[in-house]
């Protein structure tokens, strides 16, 4: 089993910055991404980032350009540095890990973005 834990959400005016961590423990054997996803009110999850372990990122299209996501396997961590954030960003961010046959979930952080 892995565990996630999340850090680093809050409340932020508009254009301003937050950096999200995710720090896992148990069996992380196997790992072959680590990445981010949200969930706003009303509306399904949706990739925010992901990370694969020879360092290709994956971007959704409303957050390239203003969030970068990074990892420190010293540290069985990852990173999500947001940047510019939008009201339209405000969501639950989850961060997930992903074995060939098992996806693991920490259990969010919320970000809030006032206009």
């Known amino acids: 089993q892995v565990q996630l834990v999340e850090s680093g959400g809050g409340l932020v005016q508009a254009g301003g910055s937050l950096r999200l961590s995710c720090a896992a423990s148990?069996?992380?054997?196997?790992?072959?991404?680590m990445g981010w996803y949200r969930q706003a009110p009303g509306k399904q999850r949706e990739l925010v980032a992901d990370i694969s372990n020879d360092g290709s990122t994956n971007y959704g299209d409303s957050v390239k350009g203003r969030f970068t996501i990074s990892r420190d396997n010293a540290k069985n961590t990852v990173y999500l540095q947001m940047n510019s954030l939008k009201p339209e960003d405000t969501a639950v961010y989850y961060c997930?890990?992903?074995?060939?046959?098992?996806?693991?979930w920490g259990q969010g952080t919320q970000v809030t973005v006032s206009s």
């Open positions: 997930n890990f992903k074995r060939r046959l098992s996806d693991y």
């Open positions: 148990g069996s992380i054997f196997g790992i072959r991404s």
